[in-house]
């Protein structure tokens, strides 16, 4: 079982809507990153956090570190939103300070 | 404007040869990290480097080597000795040589197909 689960793994909706997705970790961490990576290939970190929350524009992130979970929440969401949603995780794992990453949420905004 | 340069963004090989990834940034950062990204997985760590002329070895080092002679510059060599090449490759580097305890910055990956 991996560290950090990612759902869903796919999500389709329409332009506007809000969406969420969720990330949670089996382990103790000490940070929590959402990552977006664009169709190109390339990964643009959106958030870094380790409790509560962050907004950036219409970009929301959310942590419980009790329940080890974590969601991204988009609002008025937009095609140029789609891409995939990468969550992962600072963690000390085996003595040694690792970043586990999720397998990603590709989302797809239809306009 | 500062970031990652990789180049190239395709890269073609025949089994057998060694290749080299580039990755260049301009942002002054310490730490810089490879990752390969496989479908259906999450990034896996190659290689990290937190100073010049040190480097130390990820979760899947095997069958890769790199260097760090310059502050801006962390190559990727993909040696024979990879069993399975093909993958997207990720160069990333933060602020803080304390692992992963700053935002990460990210190349726009090359992608290595090796037939």
């Known amino acids: 079982k991996n560290e950090v689960e990612q759902s869903p793994q796919n999500l389709t909706a329409q332009e506007g809507e809000f969406i969420t997705i969720n990330c949670s970790y089996s382990?103790?961490?000490?940070?929590l990153h959402w990552l977006q990576q664009h169709p190109g290939g390339g990964i643009v970190s959106l958030f870094m956090l380790s409790s509560g929350k962050k907004k950036h524009g219409r970009l929301i992130a959310t942590i419980n570190i009790q329940e080890k979970h974590s969601s991204l929440h988009i609002t008025a969401s937009h095609p140029r939103d789609s891409a995939v949603y990468i969550c992962a995780v600072r963690a000390l794992i085996q003595g040694a300070q690792k970043l586990v990453f999720g397998q990603g949420t590709r989302l797809t905004i239809n306009p | 404007d500062g970031g990652i340069t990789q180049s190239p963004k395709y890269l073609f090989r025949k089994e057998g040869q060694n290749v080299t990834l580039s990755c260049e940034q301009n942002l002054n950062h310490d730490a810089m990290y490879w990752y390969r990204q496989d479908p259906g997985q999450g990034l896996r760590l190659i290689y990290y480097s937190q100073i010049v002329n040190d480097f130390q070895k990820g979760d899947i080092a095997e069958g890769y080597s790199v260097s760090r002679e310059k502050k801006e510059s962390f190559p990727l060599t993909v040696t024979s000795a990879q069993k399975n090449p093909t993958a997207f490759y990720l160069c990333a580097s933060s602020t803080l040589p304390q692992r992963f305890s700053s935002p990460l910055h990210f190349g726009n990956g090359t992608r290595l197909t090796v037939t």
């Open positions: 382990v103790g961490i000490s940070a």
